[in-house]
């Protein structure tokens, strides 16, 4: 059994702020603790359902295991419907990126996208067409919050997730950046070439105006419908796939 204690560390781990402090987040399902457990990431314990012990590898010495009921599962998870199985996760020490590792390839940048749901698709999406780096605004939402993590399935244990000031950081690379506009060239007329940034905004107020400044090709996905907007983690996997296209002729 837990104890009281351990349940209301994990607890407080729902919170930015304790998973700041401690340098700790969750994730939850069995599938995405696999992918973890086999990364770069330093696996801190896992909680699971005696039913799920079968599907659990060796483990190394560090990786603390704790088997838990149904009662204790349901006040340590982040979720209404608990997947049987938790693990607690290191935080990586956090970094900048160097611009020399952006060179021949396209990475993603997020200014101020809020919803975690959406950041975690983004991932998940850059996962999927081989983007190995996202840098986000400082104004974006944590990647550590556990509806992110839970929406990357597993991504971020292979994602790269960094977190700068956009102007400073625009200010270091040279390299083409697109930018996700509502009047700019058509998605289908952009010659992306090999390399290169795609920056998608926030949800209800777009790419920011310092950031449109550092923008060199405005790019539209043409609306042949009537609807108002796209959702941003739709529009990140409509230009990915568009880019991957481009790069396979």
């Known amino acids: 059994m837990l104890s009281k204690s351990q349940i209301g560390f994990i607890k407080s781990l729902h919170q930015k702020k304790y ?11 069995i599938k995405s603790i696999l992918e973890f457990i086999s990364s770069n990431y330093q696996v801190h314990s896992i909680y699971y359902l005696a039913q799920f012990e079968p599907l659990l590898p060796q483990m190394p010495a560090n990786i603390k ?6 009662a204790e599962l349901e006040k340590i998870s982040t979720q209404q419907a608990p997947q049987g199985v938790l693990a607690l996760v290191n935080t990586p020490e956090a970094r900048k990126i160097e611009p020399a590792v952006l060179r021949n390839k396209f990475s993603i940048v997020l200014d101020g996208v809020q ?13 999927w067409f081989g983007f190995e780096n996202i840098i986000c605004s400082l104004s974006t939402v944590e990647v550590y ?99 991957s296209r481009n790069l396979q002729k």
């Not at 919803?115 to 996962?127: S, V």
């Open 65 to 70: 295991l704790f088997e838990v009921n149904n």
């Open 115 to 127: 919803d975690p749901g959406n950041l975690g698709t983004i991932i998940r999406t850059a996962d």
């Open 145 to 243: 919050n556990p509806k992110t993590v839970q929406a990357t399935m597993g991504s971020l244990s292979r994602v790269n997730v960094f977190y700068q000031e956009l102007p400073d950081f625009f200010e270091q690379v040279n390299l083409p950046v697109f930018g996700a506009m509502l009047n700019g060239t058509s998605l289908y007329e952009v010659n992306w070439g090999k390399e290169g940034l795609i920056v998608l905004g926030n949800e209800g107020q777009g790419v920011t105006e310092e950031v449109i400044k550092k923008i060199t090709l405005p790019v539209t996905i043409p609306r042949v419908g009537t609807a108002e907007s796209l959702n941003v983690a739709i529009s990140a996997a409509i230009l990915c796939a568009d880019i």
């Open 19 to 29: 998973r700041k402090e401690h340098k700790i987040f969750i994730i939850e399902g």
